[in-house]
Nanobody, 127 residues
């Protein structure tokens, strides 16, 4: 059974930092893109960041570019999201996702492209 398990989020003050991790089990995703999405109450799930099977191939939402960094350790089956300079508008439930397609050219940004999802973890940024 494939599982993606996010680390605990938390409450952080504006301007602070938080690092999320997502551990995959049940299969390897070393040939696959992985992504982070978030969903705030009353809003649709939105793309945050994605990383391809090649770890130097990444993509970010404009709203987090320059503040968030996605990385992966394929040997450990883990993807990370380092979040710096957090803002209250970053408050949301964050989800890890994995694409089942192998060796895609670019990491996808659409939620529909991802086949596996974690349960999500809450990140709250206070002003």
């Amino acid at each position: 059974q494939v599982q993606l398990v996010e680390s605990a989020g938390g409450l952080v003050q504006a301007g602070g930092s938080l690092r999320l991790s997502c551990a995959a089990s049940g299969r390897t995703f070393s040939r696959n893109a992985m992504g982070w999405f978030r969903q705030a109450p009353g809003k649709e799930r939105e793309f945050v960041a994605a990383i391809n099977w090649r770890p130097d191939n990444t993509d970010y939402a404009d709203s987090v570019k320059g503040r968030f960094t996605i990385s992966r350790d394929s040997a450990k089956g883990t993807v990370y999201l380092q979040m710096n300079s957090l803002k209250p508008e970053d408050t949301a439930r964050y989800y890890c996702a994995a694409d089942s397609s192998n060796y895609v050219h670019q990491p996808p940004v659409a939620p529909s492209a991802y086949d596996y999802w974690g349960q999500g973890t809450q990140v709250t940024v206070s002003s």
